[in-house]
């Protein structure tokens, strides 16, 4: 494990941490807009947080540290993903957010790129370098989350076109998204993994319904899709017809990636900071708490840097995106816990105080959204035990059937 940038690596360090310092508001700065996703979908609070995602967006792109390791020819800086880890390193220490612009950015981009023909990265990846096109994710379903390819959306073929049937949920932005990618079951007579298609579909069609999730801190972040007779063109088909679970995998990937990446380095200070104020930085259970905090930031640190080692090598990393999001959903789980203990009544209460109560709150109500996107936790060991430790797969009772000979429930 290298513990030290290199000689170049250090000079891009140092580059992109004087940019930000020019171009990046500090977290709790007045400018600052990170955490304001959790704004009403609809409320002005909410419109100037996508209007600032945006922004930021178009400012990282005209400053040339817009999507690092994408190829120029799109937008990109044709970097590597080892530029692209110090960069993330280092906008995590500013109060800004890609916030409505993640899906696009994090894991469609990179699926067009991997998969895309010319024509479809010649469309779609410069509109979303600039953020003039927001996208979301039309994946899970009321019966297929974890088993995501139990899904039942149809997409029957008509000439030129595609015709989509079914209903999406836990769809992230996709009340301001412009597109979609999708997964449809193009054929039921071939095992459940293999009558799969990916989809980019224009979130303005015709027989596409949108409706809000209320969520528990009261946001509206997540929706319902439904589908009705939804026409899309088969130029839009990304990869193969019932070729889509390769292309998924791709896309699981980043995003996995992507929400492990979530993590903030800085919660024991915060808690330092909560015990200072309320006068419990002495009591033992309080520093107890702290020092848990510490260690799996460092525990984070050193996987980081484990990460970026592989990467440097030319390693792609697998299951170790599994991990990196686990750990990070331990971490921030258990911090909001403690984070909540060390607040005491001023948690409950809520505000802007010095003991900071509000931030543990949402803290806590926040973290459920990073353990189960993507993934839940147990499909997250489930990789890693197949993946890292070779333990064997357990066997499907439905492996061999066509989907529409699988019994279904409900």
């Not at 704004?39 to 002005?44: M, N, V």
């Not at 015990?275 to 848990?292: E, K």
């Not at 357990?394 to 061999?400: A, I, N, S």
């Amino acid at each position: 494990m290298d513990f030290d940038d290199t000689p170049e690596e250090a000079a891009f360090r140092a580059e992109a941490r004087a940019w930000l310092e020019a171009n990046a508001p500090r977290p709790g700065a007045p400018d600052a807009w990170a955490g304001m996703e959790g704004a009403p979908a609809g409320s002005d609070a909410f419109d100037e947080f996508v209007e600032r995602c945006k922004q930021w967006q178009r400012t990282l792109s005209d400053g040339g540290w817009a999507c690092l390791t994408w190829p120029k020819e799109y937008g990109g800086q044709g970097l590597t993903s080892a530029h692209n880890m110090i960069f993330n390193q280092e906008v995590g220490q500013f109060g800004v957010t890609l916030g409505v612009l993640i899906p696009g950015l994090g894991f469609v981009g990179p699926t067009i790129i991997a998969h895309g023909s010319d024509e479809q990265k010649a469309r779609y990846l410069p509109p979303l370098v600039r953020a003039d096109e927001v996208w979301c994710q039309l994946f899970s379903e009321p019966g297929a989350g974890s088993d995501l390819a139990n899904l039942r959306t149809k997409a029957e073929r008509d000439g030129d076109e595609f015709v989509v049937t079914g209903q999406k949920v836990w769809n992230s932005f996709a009340h301001v998204a412009d597109y979609g990618i999708l997964l449809a079951r193009t054929n039921p007579d071939v095992p459940k993994h293999k009558g799969i298609t990916f989809f980019l579909v224009d979130m303005r069609s015709p027989g596409i319904e949108i409706r809000p999730i209320r969520q528990i801190n009261g946001a509206a972040k997540f929706n319902e899709v439904f589908l009705d007779e939804v026409r899309i063109p088969a130029g839009n088909v990304l990869g193969e017809v019932d070729g889509g679970w390769a292309v998924t995998h791709t896309t699981l990937m980043y995003e996995r990636g992507q929400i492990g990446a979530t993590r903030d380095r800085k919660l024991a200070q915060r808690m330092i900071d909560a015990a200072r104020a309320g006068g419990t930085l002495d009591d033992p259970v309080v520093r107890q708490a702290i020092a848990r905090a510490h260690t799996r930031e460092q525990i984070l640190r050193y996987f980081s840097l484990k990460l970026q080692t592989a990467i440097r090598q030319g390693k792609r990393p697998g299951a170790e995106a599994s991990l990196m999001k686990l750990l990070v959903g331990n971490h921030l789980r258990d911090s909001a816990v403690d984070g909540m203990m060390v607040a005491g009544l001023d948690a409950v209460a809520g505000g802007e105080g010095p003991i900071g109560g509000d931030q543990w709150k949402d803290l806590l109500l926040w973290q459920y959204e990073v353990r189960f996107g993507g993934g839940t936790e147990e499909i997250q060991r489930n990789t890693i035990g197949e993946s890292v430790l070779g333990l064997p797969r357990e066997e499907r009772v439905d492996k061999d059937l066509a989907f529409r000979d699988v019994k279904q429930s409900g």
